[in-house]
């Protein structure tokens, strides 16, 4: 009990606020949905994956190298390949009626990495920090927003997003009590391909504004005059809202480093 209750207060408040941090965003990703503004899920999307990609960039990134430069580089290629790899040859199942959707797997993947690395390291720790706060929330809410528009806008529950939520928390709280230590060699590997993976879901939440698109309907929406008109329209709006979400994100860092 001794060990419990000493170890792992920290890794409790990591854990819920992982999941406090992504409840927060998949509500207001749902909710969104229901606007039919062609501008709502171009700001929405470009928002959220803006602010991802920073995050993955000031938090993930520097936490894999910091743990083996060489193992950490080739964890964030293997996750954004393996990303990528497993959304495009998984595109199969969107045929089928399968309870599983590419993003909310993609994240869950992450989170579970992750949280092996958090059990094996913020044991050791002697207090939690803000900018750990500011790093799970600056890419668990987007996250949750975004993964949840594109649930919601497909027709699809957004409980599945309760995996990767609370996964963090599912591996790190028994790896806490277990003690498990892994060296610098496999902290590294398994924080850069949770990172990488990271990565690919924010990449691809990028709104893209060409026909077909899911972050970026051009097609689905109502439009007056020239369409190419109305796409460079769209892009400058994505283009602004992707670096706004960002520039959120760096203002959040710099304020606690």
Not at 222 to 248: E, I, K, T, Y
Request: proline letters at 5%; a neutral charge; aromatic letters at 6%.
């Amino acid at each position: 009990m001794a060990m419990v209750t000493g170890v792992n207060w920290k890794l409790v408040a990591i854990s819920w606020t992982a999941f406090a941090a992504m409840a927060v965003g998949v509500p207001l990703g749902a909710r969104a949905v229901r606007s039919s503004h062609p501008l709502e899920p171009v700001w929405g999307y470009g928002l959220a994956s803006g602010a991802m990609v920073t995050s993955a960039a000031l938090f993930l990134v520097p936490q894999a190298l910091g743990q083996h430069g060489r193992l950490g580089s080739l964890g964030i290629a293997v996750g954004f390949l393996g990303g990528y790899v497993g959304h495009t040859i998984g595109h199969r199942f969107t045929h089928l009626d399968l309870p599983v959707d590419h993003t909310a797997t993609e994240l869950t993947v992450h989170a579970l990495s992750a949280g092996a690395i958090i059990g094996a390291i913020y044991t050791t720790m002697p207090s939690l920090t803000s900018i750990l706060g500011i790093a799970l929330i600056s890419h668990k809410a987007p996250a949750g927003y975004a993964a949840a528009r594109r649930l919601t806008d497909r027709g699809r529950s957004v409980f599945p997003l309760l995996l990767p939520a609370a996964a963090v928390g599912l591996v790190a709280l028994p790896v806490g009590i277990v003690g498990f230590s892994p060296g610098s060699e496999l902290r590294g590997l398994l924080f850069g391909v949770a990172a990488g993976v990271f990565l690919h879901v924010a990449v691809d939440l990028l709104p893209e504004c060409t026909t077909g698109s899911e972050t970026c309907p051009v097609d689905a929406a109502a439009h007056d005059g020239d369409l190419h008109q109305f796409q460079d329209r769209l892009r400058r709006h994505a283009a602004l809202s992707a670096v706004l979400g960002g520039a959120a994100v760096v203002l959040a860092w710099s304020l606690v480093v």
